[in-house]
């Protein structure tokens, strides 16, 4: 059964409380807004944000009831795309009155999470988090747009400086910033006793982490997020801080879930990702599953995916020899993600088990979306196929020096 629990305090510092959220229950809709730009300004642009949502709840459950009858990669890029939909018209709403009462750069951050069955979907803007308590661990779903959280991904910062940088507060997308927005997209398959927590920064920066999870973990969600904002009050509460905390139905591990878990914290291409990072990437990967004497590719047809395999056992061959056989963590098809020219060899499943895919044209638009994260990527793939091509070369140069 859902329980979920809202709290929201304006803090110690501050008279007015520019956070807005929404938990609508049965629309499986919960959403955090953190109003930016002073006195009024603030307040009107979580409230206009928030508005947009509860407009959109319809949708959004119309769409998450289609995903849950058939889970499929495109059903669930169809549940983000309708999120992404609603953080547009949010962001052009909230400039468009900024614009017309003279509220210039008046702006709200947003965390968003769509519940579909045991599948949380989740969009956000800006620094306001989502988090998820799993088994005495708190996983962090999101990442901070935000110029300080930019400066540590790229090496420049440390989290201790970005602590009293006097950048710490600047964020790098919001709604209403400009008439269109680019938030961040991801979902996450859920299991029993998993605990979803949505909130402003006005607990993420004052409350330590180990402090935020252990809190999490106290009790049912009205205990929990009494404690939470009694917490941000009690390190000086210097922020508006709101929690939304959300007891979820969970289910326990299928193979396809268990597959997905598995590609989070094992493949390689998200060596060194935070968790967030990988819930976005795990998007546009695709699950497969195969019996034994399976094709995943076949020789002299086209190819425009890459594969990972995560259980069993496949077979490489050309012209009926066989060349290789891969298993667990090993990876196949890198160069169709550029050229999408006929595959040079076939793969064959000898065992049953399972693989991910990723295909160039999921890839490109990934890439166009989340630049920043669609390099890291590109880059990964890149030393990957530069390793494969030295072998190639150590190998020829071994061939030729043969007497």
Same mark, same amino acid.
């Given at each position: 059964? %859902?329980? *979920? ?12 409380? &520019?956070?807005? #959220? ?7 809709? #919960?959403? *955090? ?23 959109? =709840? ?11 009858? !058939? ?19 949010? =962001?052009?709403?909230?400039?468009? $009155? ?17 519940? +579909?069955? /045991? ?38 910062? /440390? ?20 008439? $269109? ?33 252990? %809190? $999490? ?22 922020? !508006? ?14 193979? &396809?879930?268990? @597959? ?7 493949? #390689? ?7 967030? !990072? ?18 995943? *590719? ?22 009926? *020899? ?12 890198? @160069? ?9 060899? =076939? ?30 990527? %590109? ?12 072998? $190639?070369? +150590?190998?020829? =140069? ?6």
């Amino acid at each position: 059964m %859902l329980r *979920v629990a809202c709290r929201t305090d304006p803090g110690k510092k501050r008279i007015h409380n &520019e956070d807005a #959220f929404l938990a609508l229950a049965e629309d499986g809709l #919960f959403v *955090v807004a953190d109003g930016v730009g002073g006195r009024a300004a603030g307040e009107v642009a979580s409230a206009l944000c928030i508005d947009v949502f509860r407009s959109a =709840s319809a949708t959004l459950r119309e769409r998450a009831r289609i995903y849950l009858e !058939n889970a499929t990669p495109a059903a669930r890029n169809t549940v983000l795309a309708a999120m992404d939909d609603a953080c547009q018209l949010a =962001s052009k709403k909230v400039y468009e $009155t900024a614009e017309s009462e003279g509220k210039s750069g008046m702006t709200t951050t947003v965390v968003v999470i769509l519940l +579909a069955g /045991t599948t949380a979907f989740i969009a956000h803007v800006g620094d306001s988090r989502a988090y998820l308590a799993r088994m005495e661990e708190l996983k962090q779903l999101t990442e901070d747009h935000s110029m300080v959280n930019e400066l540590i991904r790229a090496g420049k910062m /440390t989290a201790a400086e970005a602590k009293t940088s006097r950048h710490r507060h600047v964020i790098t997308r919001a709604i209403g910033l400009y008439p $269109t927005v680019q938030p961040s997209l991801a979902s996450v398959d859920l299991m029993p006793g998993d605990r979803l927590v949505l909130c402003s920064d006005g607990l993420s920066d004052v409350v330590r982490p180990e402090r935020v999870q252990a %809190l $999490t973990l106290t009790g049912d969600p009205e205990t929990a997020a009494g404690a939470l904002i009694d917490a941000a009050l009690e390190a000086g509460g210097p922020d !508006n801080v709101t929690v939304v905390l959300v007891d979820p139905e969970g289910r326990t591990a299928t193979d &396809e879930a268990t @597959l997905r878990a598995r590609v989070l914290e094992h493949l #390689f291409l998200f060596e060194d990702m935070p968790y967030g !990072n990988r819930l976005q990437v795990s998007r546009i990967l695709r699950e497969h599953y195969f019996a034994p004497g399976e094709y995943l *590719v076949a020789e002299g047809t086209p190819g425009d995916a890459m594969f990972v395999i995560l259980d069993g056992e496949v077979m490489v061959t050309a012209s009926g *020899v066989e060349l290789a056989r891969l298993g667990p963590g090993e990876h196949f098809g890198e @160069l169709a993600l550029a050229d999408q020219l006929p595959r040079s060899a =076939s793969v064959v499943a000898v065992t049953f088990g399972g693989a991910i895919s990723i295909t160039a044209e999921d890839l490109q638009e990934f890439c166009q979306r989340e630049p920043v994260l669609g390099n890291s990527l %590109l880059w990964k793939l890149l030393k990957v196929l530069g390793k494969r091509l030295r072998q $190639t070369n +150590a190998r020829v =140069s071994t061939t030729n020096a043969l007497p």
